[in-house]
């Protein structure tokens, strides 16, 4: 099983690295901290880099398992394998975040909730904390994943 999905294994690995490497990018450049008013937002442009390794996934799995040719169904089960990966890897990489890259996001973030008057205090608490975070990644990752694998496949097929 692993060797068939060789792809989608490497390709998940290759998503949780490069939002490793986000995750930084947005620490340091203050997201995290300084101008965390700007994170929900900008954060999001991080979809820019997920659909793209979608796309190269699929279009390398067409091209070393499907002879150049795949189809619907094809590009969205190799979508759906690899957002499993990326699922499945998600609470490490929530562990890397949020003990290693940026352990005071939590802090900042409900902070900034409440005097922003977004939250109170008790909302912020149990929005802005590890477990919440684990939950939101792996769900996420599901969700957005199947979307992803049902749109990137519509344009990476070919018959």
Request: charge should be positive.
């Amino acid at each position: 099983m692993l060797e068939k999905n060789r792809i989608e294994v490497k390709w998940g690995i290759v998503f949780t690295l490069a939002m490793l490497v986000w995750m930084l990018l947005e620490r340091f450049s203050g997201l995290h901290s300084t101008h965390i008013a700007y994170h929900p937002l900008l954060t999001n442009l991080f979809a820019i880099v997920a659909i793209a390794i979608y796309v190269f996934a699929l279009r390398e799995k067409r091209e070393q398992h499907f002879a150049g040719k795949m189809n619907w169904t094809q590009g969205f089960f190799t979508g759906l394998y690899l957002t499993m990966v990326i699922a499945i890897l998600s609470p490490f990489a929530q562990v890397l975040i949020h003990f290693v890259i940026t352990p005071e996001f939590f802090t900042n973030a409900a902070t900034h909730a409440v005097e922003a008057g977004a939250m109170s205090v008790e909302e912020a608490v149990a929005y802005f904390n590890f477990r919440s975070y684990v939950v939101q990644a792996f769900i996420g990752a599901i969700l957005l994943g199947i979307v992803t694998s049902a749109v990137v496949a519509t344009f990476v097929r070919r018959a």
